[in-house]
Protein backbone atom coordinates (compact mmCIF):
# COMPACT_ATOMS: atom_id res chain seq x y z
CA UNK A 1 0.00 0.00 0.00
CA UNK A 2 1.66 3.26 -1.21
CA UNK A 3 -1.07 5.67 0.53
CA UNK A 4 -0.49 7.86 3.55
CA UNK A 5 -0.66 5.55 6.61
CA UNK A 6 -1.31 6.34 10.78
CA UNK A 7 -0.75 4.28 13.86
CA UNK A 8 -2.70 3.69 15.86
CA UNK A 9 -5.81 3.64 14.27
CA UNK A 10 -7.91 3.96 17.91
CA UNK A 11 -6.66 5.00 20.81
CA UNK A 12 -7.75 5.15 24.52
CA UNK A 13 -6.59 7.15 26.83
CA UNK A 14 -7.42 8.39 30.46
CA UNK A 15 -7.52 12.66 30.96
CA UNK A 16 -4.15 13.35 31.64
CA UNK A 17 -2.00 10.93 29.89
CA UNK A 18 0.31 11.94 27.17
CA UNK A 19 -0.58 10.09 23.84
CA UNK A 20 1.58 10.03 20.81
CA UNK A 21 0.32 9.17 16.97
CA UNK A 22 2.53 8.71 13.85
CA UNK A 23 2.19 9.38 10.06
CA UNK A 24 4.23 7.89 7.08
CA UNK A 25 3.24 9.83 4.04
CA UNK A 26 3.42 8.65 0.72
CA UNK A 27 7.14 8.62 0.18
CA UNK A 28 7.38 11.06 -2.69
CA UNK A 29 5.71 13.58 -0.88
CA UNK A 30 7.32 16.43 0.74
CA UNK A 31 4.83 18.26 2.64
CA UNK A 32 2.66 16.75 5.44
CA UNK A 33 -0.59 18.12 7.25
CA UNK A 34 -2.14 17.62 10.38
CA UNK A 35 -5.73 18.04 11.29
CA UNK A 36 -7.96 17.47 13.29
CA UNK A 37 -11.94 16.60 13.24
CA UNK A 38 -14.84 16.18 15.27
CA UNK A 39 -18.06 14.88 15.31
CA UNK A 40 -20.31 16.91 12.42
CA UNK A 41 -17.11 18.90 11.78
CA UNK A 42 -14.99 19.31 8.46
CA UNK A 43 -11.34 18.90 9.45
CA UNK A 44 -9.33 21.43 10.79
CA UNK A 45 -6.45 22.39 10.51
CA UNK A 46 -3.44 22.29 12.91
CA UNK A 47 -0.03 22.44 11.31
CA UNK A 48 2.21 21.86 8.13
CA UNK A 49 5.47 20.47 7.90
CA UNK A 50 7.83 20.94 4.43
CA UNK A 51 10.25 18.43 4.54
CA UNK A 52 11.94 18.58 8.28
CA UNK A 53 10.25 22.15 9.00
CA UNK A 54 7.30 23.43 10.58
CA UNK A 55 6.20 26.12 8.57
CA UNK A 56 2.70 26.84 9.96
CA UNK A 57 0.95 26.21 13.04
CA UNK A 58 -2.58 26.66 14.24
CA UNK A 59 -4.54 28.40 17.06
CA UNK A 60 -5.92 25.31 17.62
CA UNK A 61 -2.01 23.76 18.61
CA UNK A 62 -1.87 24.49 22.34
CA UNK A 63 1.28 24.11 24.10
CA UNK A 64 0.13 20.57 25.17
CA UNK A 65 0.55 19.80 21.44
CA UNK A 66 3.97 19.18 19.34
CA UNK A 67 4.66 17.83 16.63
CA UNK A 68 7.62 16.89 14.83
CA UNK A 69 9.02 15.32 11.47
CA UNK A 70 13.17 14.65 12.49
CA UNK A 71 13.87 13.90 8.63
CA UNK A 72 11.26 15.02 6.78
CA UNK A 73 9.78 11.48 6.37
CA UNK A 74 7.51 10.40 9.12
CA UNK A 75 5.96 12.35 11.72
CA UNK A 76 4.72 12.31 15.14
CA UNK A 77 1.91 14.54 17.08
CA UNK A 78 1.88 14.36 20.95
CA UNK A 79 -0.57 15.43 22.95
CA UNK A 80 0.01 15.87 26.53
CA UNK A 81 -1.76 15.88 29.60
CA UNK A 82 -4.71 15.06 27.37
CA UNK A 83 -8.26 16.51 28.41
CA UNK A 84 -11.83 15.35 26.79
CA UNK A 85 -12.08 18.07 24.69
CA UNK A 86 -9.01 16.42 22.65
CA UNK A 87 -11.10 13.03 21.40
CA UNK A 88 -11.44 13.76 17.82
CA UNK A 89 -10.18 12.28 14.82
CA UNK A 90 -6.68 13.18 13.93
CA UNK A 91 -6.10 12.84 9.84
CA UNK A 92 -2.27 13.39 8.40
CA UNK A 93 -2.47 14.48 5.25
CA UNK A 94 0.84 14.84 2.46
CA UNK A 95 1.30 16.34 -0.95
CA UNK A 96 3.92 17.43 -3.47
CA UNK A 97 3.38 18.87 -6.72
CA UNK A 98 0.88 17.31 -9.19
CA UNK A 99 2.23 16.69 -12.52
CA UNK A 100 -0.31 18.24 -14.44
CA UNK A 101 -1.93 20.23 -12.36
CA UNK A 102 -1.12 24.25 -12.84
CA UNK A 103 0.05 25.47 -9.49
CA UNK A 104 -2.03 23.04 -7.74
CA UNK A 105 -1.22 20.77 -4.55
CA UNK A 106 -3.32 18.27 -3.87
CA UNK A 107 -3.54 16.85 -0.55
CA UNK A 108 -4.32 12.58 0.36
CA UNK A 109 -5.38 11.70 3.64
CA UNK A 110 -4.26 8.62 6.13
CA UNK A 111 -7.25 6.54 7.99
CA UNK A 112 -6.47 9.06 11.01
CA UNK A 113 -6.28 7.88 14.57
CA UNK A 114 -8.71 7.98 16.39
CA UNK A 115 -8.59 9.47 20.23
CA UNK A 116 -11.16 8.92 23.20
CA UNK A 117 -10.30 10.43 25.90
CA UNK A 118 -11.79 8.88 29.20
CA UNK B 1 -18.38 33.78 10.23
CA UNK B 2 -16.79 30.19 9.06
CA UNK B 3 -13.84 30.34 6.05
CA UNK B 4 -16.24 28.36 4.39
CA UNK B 5 -20.05 27.22 4.86
CA UNK B 6 -22.07 24.82 3.74
CA UNK B 7 -25.63 23.44 3.95
CA UNK B 8 -25.64 20.52 6.21
CA UNK B 9 -28.32 18.38 4.30
CA UNK B 10 -29.50 15.63 4.73
CA UNK B 11 -30.11 16.08 0.75
CA UNK B 12 -32.24 13.01 0.50
CA UNK B 13 -32.13 11.86 -3.25
CA UNK B 14 -34.33 9.22 -5.44
CA UNK B 15 -31.66 6.56 -7.31
CA UNK B 16 -31.09 7.82 -10.73
CA UNK B 17 -32.42 11.81 -9.76
CA UNK B 18 -29.77 14.53 -10.06
CA UNK B 19 -28.73 16.69 -6.95
CA UNK B 20 -26.92 20.03 -6.80
CA UNK B 21 -25.36 21.84 -3.53
CA UNK B 22 -23.51 24.64 -2.95
CA UNK B 23 -20.83 26.00 -0.44
CA UNK B 24 -19.44 29.61 -0.38
CA UNK B 25 -16.30 30.94 1.19
CA UNK B 26 -15.20 33.88 2.63
CA UNK B 27 -11.67 34.86 1.34
CA UNK B 28 -11.74 36.59 -2.13
CA UNK B 29 -7.85 35.52 -2.47
CA UNK B 30 -8.69 32.18 -2.68
CA UNK B 31 -6.21 30.10 -5.11
CA UNK B 32 -7.95 26.48 -5.21
CA UNK B 33 -10.80 24.47 -4.60
CA UNK B 34 -11.89 20.91 -4.28
CA UNK B 35 -14.50 18.49 -3.62
CA UNK B 36 -13.59 15.98 -0.81
CA UNK B 37 -15.58 12.79 -0.29
CA UNK B 38 -16.19 11.48 3.65
CA UNK B 39 -17.76 8.47 3.94
CA UNK B 40 -18.95 7.39 7.42
CA UNK B 41 -15.78 6.98 10.32
CA UNK B 42 -13.28 7.24 7.26
CA UNK B 43 -10.76 9.72 5.81
CA UNK B 44 -11.68 12.65 3.42
CA UNK B 45 -10.98 11.30 -0.64
CA UNK B 46 -10.45 14.08 -3.14
CA UNK B 47 -13.53 13.51 -5.69
CA UNK B 48 -12.67 16.37 -7.66
CA UNK B 49 -10.53 19.92 -8.62
CA UNK B 50 -13.02 22.65 -9.00
CA UNK B 51 -11.26 24.85 -11.83
CA UNK B 52 -12.20 28.82 -12.64
CA UNK B 53 -14.33 27.58 -16.15
CA UNK B 54 -16.27 24.52 -13.80
CA UNK B 55 -15.19 20.90 -14.73
CA UNK B 56 -16.95 17.58 -14.94
CA UNK B 57 -15.67 14.58 -14.24
CA UNK B 58 -18.38 11.75 -15.11
CA UNK B 59 -21.60 12.35 -13.58
CA UNK B 60 -19.92 15.40 -11.21
CA UNK B 61 -19.86 18.94 -12.13
CA UNK B 62 -18.08 21.23 -10.56
CA UNK B 63 -18.95 25.04 -10.69
CA UNK B 64 -16.77 28.15 -9.02
CA UNK B 65 -18.01 31.31 -9.33
CA UNK B 66 -15.34 33.63 -8.16
CA UNK B 67 -17.57 37.33 -7.95
CA UNK B 68 -19.63 35.51 -5.63
CA UNK B 69 -17.38 33.84 -3.76
CA UNK B 70 -19.40 30.19 -4.02
CA UNK B 71 -18.65 26.57 -5.72
CA UNK B 72 -21.47 23.78 -6.39
CA UNK B 73 -21.40 20.38 -7.09
CA UNK B 74 -23.88 18.21 -8.80
CA UNK B 75 -24.45 14.65 -8.86
CA UNK B 76 -26.24 12.96 -12.24
CA UNK B 77 -27.69 9.66 -12.24
CA UNK B 78 -27.22 9.32 -8.55
CA UNK B 79 -25.69 6.14 -7.28
CA UNK B 80 -26.32 4.48 -3.92
CA UNK B 81 -22.67 4.26 -3.46
CA UNK B 82 -22.94 8.22 -3.71
CA UNK B 83 -24.26 8.47 -0.06
CA UNK B 84 -21.37 10.16 1.67
CA UNK B 85 -20.90 13.70 3.18
CA UNK B 86 -19.49 15.97 0.43
CA UNK B 87 -17.08 18.64 2.15
CA UNK B 88 -16.46 21.26 0.00
CA UNK B 89 -12.33 22.66 0.56
CA UNK B 90 -10.30 25.88 -0.18
CA UNK B 91 -6.69 26.92 -0.22
CA UNK B 92 -6.15 30.08 0.55
CA UNK B 93 -2.40 29.72 -1.37
CA UNK B 94 -1.47 27.23 -3.68
CA UNK B 95 -0.39 25.22 -1.39
CA UNK B 96 -0.53 24.90 2.41
CA UNK B 97 -3.23 24.48 4.71
CA UNK B 98 -6.92 23.13 3.69
CA UNK B 99 -10.13 25.39 4.86
CA UNK B 100 -12.86 22.76 5.24
CA UNK B 101 -16.62 23.04 5.34
CA UNK B 102 -18.35 21.31 7.98
CA UNK B 103 -19.93 18.69 4.72
CA UNK B 104 -23.66 18.46 3.04
CA UNK B 105 -24.77 15.23 3.45
CA UNK B 106 -26.14 13.07 0.55
CA UNK B 107 -28.62 10.34 0.83
CA UNK B 108 -29.43 7.81 -1.93
CA UNK B 109 -32.51 5.82 -1.70
CA UNK B 110 -33.57 3.23 -3.63
Known amino acids: DTGVSQDPRHKITKRGQNVTFRCDPI?????LYWYRQTLGQGPEFLTY????????KSRLLSDRFSAERPKGSFSTLEIQRTEQGDSAMYLC????????????????FGPGTRLTVL | RKEVEQDPGPFNVPEGATVAFNCTYSNSASQSFFWYRQDCRKEPKLLMSVYSSGNEDGRFTAQLNRASQYISLLIRDSKLSDSATYLC???????????FGAGTQVVVTP
Open chain 1, 27 to 31: SEHNR
Open chain 2, 89 to 99: VVNPDSWGKLQ
Open chain 1, 49 to 56: FQNEAQLE
Open chain 1, 93 to 108: ASSGRDRGFMGTDTQY
